[in-house]
């Protein structure tokens, strides 16, 4: 997504986790993204990723649930997120 857009557009972004050893941070909330490669450079170690949990969707979705406020979800079939979304897994 262009630099910018989530600004000038309002657009949310559920963030995913970013693991560094025992560390879990959220990305763009608790990691930014230069903050990201310096802790990759300067630990050497690759991180390791993993998707929102269910009460993490949940918790996004009940903030941004408003009238008037249009949903896109940007996500493969095959993702768990998509199947959460699709199966009402977050009522």
């Excluded at 910018?4 to 693991?19: A, L, R, S």
Aim: glycine fraction near 8%.
């Amino acid at each position: 997504m262009p630099k910018g857009w989530m600004e000038e557009y309002d657009i949310q972004v559920i963030p995913i986790n970013i693991h560094f050893g025992e560390q879990m941070f959220l990305q763009g909330v608790d990691l930014s993204n230069s903050d990201f490669y310096r802790m990759a450079d300067e630990s050497g170690e690759i991180p390791k990723t993993s998707q929102p949990t269910p009460q993490q969707f949940s918790i996004f979705y009940r903030k941004i649930a408003q009238p008037g406020i249009r949903f896109y979800p940007c996500m493969s079939p095959a993702s768990f997120g998509y199947v959460l979304i699709r199966g009402d897994g977050l009522t």
